[in-house]
């Protein structure tokens, strides 16, 4: 029997066949970015576009949640966490093409909103953690202490050993309220009914929050070091390579340092 299709329709239904049989090619990776990344993320996806010409989609959250998820297989092809830890139990079950490299060492700060109170000295970051202790003991008020969850929030740990250093983790447990990751700490930290809460130096550095807070330095030695490390997922393609090997090279560190991501001894003071 003769076909039916005409020529013409013919040409146009194996263009649509070809089309929807390889749209992976089309599609750029997904890179899995821990949340104290999201400030500074659009800059350096611009500059490596400007670049290069290609393109990535990024998600953003806990880098606890995102070892998870690696682990089950989800289809990122570059990690970058805020603990490496995750990293190298990725790497340690297989999950990664190698164990990566360090590319900075956060910092912890004290962050509120003006008018939530005078800022907590240099040497008494936590000052403001006692303030609303003592308040709410004299029943006036309950003002929140944020901080991301240490349950899967690398941040979220440093806080709680930060409290803990101060002997203040018990005794906060009434005030706090706990983001999913650091960026949802830092808009607690912002809130109405907030003292202010323990977040990343890079969050308090973004232009959005930075026009509208005032932060305090946490000392380094106050919580184990926030050793950022990323990797490639096993599997990953052309694009994320390229823009692995770009976030290691100087104009990509260079906007990384701006927003608080370091590595030299700057990041430890």
């Given at each position: 029997m003769p076909s039916l299709i005409r020529p013409g329709c013919r040409a146009l239904l194996l263009g649509?066949?070809?089309?929807?049989?390889?749209?992976a090619l089309a599609q750029p990776p997904i890179v899995a970015a821990a949340s104290s990344l999201q400030a500074v993320f659009p800059r350096l996806v611009e500059a490596f576009r400007a670049e290069?010409?290609?393109s990535l989609r990024v998600n953003f959250g806990s880098s606890g949640n995102f070892r998870r998820q690696i682990g089950q297989g989800a289809p990122f092809e570059l990690f970058l966490s805020a603990d490496e830890a995750y990293v190298l139990?990725?790497?340690?079950?297989?999950h990664l093409e190698d164990a990566g490299v360090v590319y900075a060492v956060g910092r912890l700060v004290w962050l509120q909103a003006p008018g939530q109170g005078p800022l907590p000295p240099d040497d008494a970051p936590l000052a403001a953690v006692r303030e609303a202790l003592a308040a709410h003991?004299?029943?006036?008020?309950r003002a929140r202490i944020a901080l991301a969850n240490p349950e899967h929030a690398p941040y979220g740990v440093a806080a709680r050993e930060a409290l803990s250093h101060a002997g203040l983790w018990q005794a906060s447990e009434p005030l706090r309220v706990m983001g999913e990751n650091v960026a949802q700490a830092t808009r607690f930290a912002l809130s109405a009914d907030?003292?202010?809460?323990?977040?990343?130096?890079?969050?308090?550095?973004a232009p959005p929050v930075a026009a509208r807070s005032d932060f305090v330095m946490v000392p380094a030695d106050w919580h184990r070091p926030l050793v950022q490390r990323m990797a490639l997922v096993k599997g990953a393609g052309e694009t994320a390579r390229a823009f692995y090997a770009w976030l290691q090279q100087e104009p990509a560190r260079e906007i990384l340092?701006?927003?608080?991501f370091r590595l030299d001894e700057a990041a430890s003071r």
């Open positions: 649509l066949a070809l089309l929807l049989t390889t749209p290069t010409g290609a139990a990725l790497h340690e079950a297989g003991a004299a029943g006036e008020g907030t003292r202010g809460g323990l977040v990343a130096w890079s969050q308090a550095l340092s701006e927003h608080g």
